[in-house]
């Protein structure tokens, strides 16, 4: 794990830790081409500099978000947001990342992209990647 990303999680929890190191080395696996980064406070992962997923620690629990998500058609993404394409999970314990639907999340944020790297730019409107 990057020095940055052990800083931000090393208050967590034990719990919370376990969560983020877990999800930490899944997306790495996965999403080898991509770099990643603390990005306005927690890791986030860019494909050509454009975010597409991260997690954080919120009151819910640990937060995997996924910035193009609510067009992935997976039901682990549960939680939509209300402004921009994003979807989440939060997961409260150890063990209840579901690893499959994870990697298929992960396979998905490649292919399924919204224009977040220009969104300011375009003040504030989403265009779709192809």
Not at 32 to 49: C, S
Not at 83 to 90: E, G, I, L, N
Request: net charge neutral.
């Amino acid at each position: 794990m990057d020095p940055a990303t052990q800083t931000y999680q090393q208050h967590f929890t034990e719990e919370e830790q376990q969560i983020c190191s877990a999800l930490y080395a899944q997306i790495c696996s996965v999403l080898t081409e991509a770099d990643h980064k603390i990005w306005h406070g927690h890791p986030v992962w860019f494909l050509a500099e454009n975010p597409i997923v991260g997690y954080s620690r919120e009151k819910k629990g640990i937060r995997l978000m996924f910035w193009s998500g609510a067009d992935f058609d997976e039901p682990l993404l549960n939680q939509r947001g209300a402004k921009f394409r994003d979807a989440s999970v939060y997961f409260t314990a150890p063990g209840q990342e579901d690893e499959a639907a994870i990697s298929r999340c992960l396979e998905k944020s490649r292919e399924i992209q919204w224009d977040y790297k220009n969104i300011v730019k375009r003040k504030g409107k989403l265009e779709r990647l192809k």
